[in-house]
């Protein structure tokens, strides 16, 4: 364990469903992140918080949404994806000048 | 953002050193140079951090030239379970905003 906790580990979802990708760190760090990793594609920035704050939003579509209650949780909401949102979804926290923490990460297939 | 380039893949042999470098040629003052190494399936894993100059730990050594415009990956006598993609990232993280390259696909051999 990392201390970055992500949940579900494996998703599958029909494109008309609407799901929750929720990710918990009690590392006391104050940045949160979720990240994209596409087949044979380099890690894609969806979303930075800091200290509960959005302050990221890399050209999303609005179909994930997220979502922040506390420096200690995470979640990214998913309603009306497309097959091609298949991927595995990395959750990661950081303090300071320091490096990040990741999850293990949520492997999601729309079907 | 300062882009990086390391090469897509490296093979090396058991116990062998092996040394990746990434290229980062408009780095910025304030930036510093991390490198994650990742296996299938999970989350990058911190290795190593640095500014400038060299930097060791129990894991790997990051040297980095008076002109930071690259940085080598040294692993000592690598094994089996060496084998991952490395990436190299550079940024501030009072920006909290680190971008991922396409990494240096590793793979060691008996």
């Known amino acids: 364990e990392t201390g970055v906790t992500q949940t579900p580990r494996h998703l599958v979802m029909g494109m008309t469903n609407k799901k929750s990708l929720k990710c918990e760190q009690h590392?006391?760090?104050?940045?949160m992140y979720w990240y994209k990793q596409s087949a044979k594609k380099p890690l894609e920035l969806m979303f930075v918080?800091?200290?509960?704050?959005?302050?990221e939003n890399n050209s999303v579509p609005s179909r994930f949404s997220p979502e922040c209650p506390n420096s200690s949780h995470l979640f990214l909401h998913l309603h009306t994806l497309q097959p091609e949102d298949s991927a595995l979804y990395l959750c990661?926290?950081?303090?300071?000048?320091?490096?990040?923490?990741f999850g293990s990460g949520t492997r999601l297939t729309v079907v | 953002l300062a882009k990086t380039t390391q090469p897509i893949s490296m093979d090396s042999y058991e116990g062998q050193e092996v040394n990746i470098t990434c290229s980062h040629n408009?780095?910025?003052?304030?930036?510093?140079i991390t490198w994650y190494q990742q296996f299938p399936s999970q989350g990058p894993r911190f290795i190593i951090q640095?500014?400038?100059t060299k930097v060791t730990n129990e894991v790997a050594s990051l040297f980095i030239p008076a002109d930071r415009k690259s940085s080598t990956l040294s692993l000592p006598r690598v094994s089996l379970s060496d084998t991952a993609v490395y990436y190299c990232?550079?940024?501030?993280?009072?920006?909290?905003?680190?971008?991922f390259g396409s990494g240096t696909k590793l793979n060691v051999k008996p």
């Open positions: 990661a926290s950081s303090q300071a000048d320091y490096g990040y923490t």
């Open positions: 918080y800091n200290f509960k704050e959005q302050t």
């Open positions: 640095g500014y400038k």
């Open positions: 990232l550079v940024g501030e993280y009072n920006f909290n905003k680190f971008y």
């Open positions: 408009n780095i910025a003052t304030n930036d510093y």
């Open positions: 590392l006391g760090h104050n940045a």
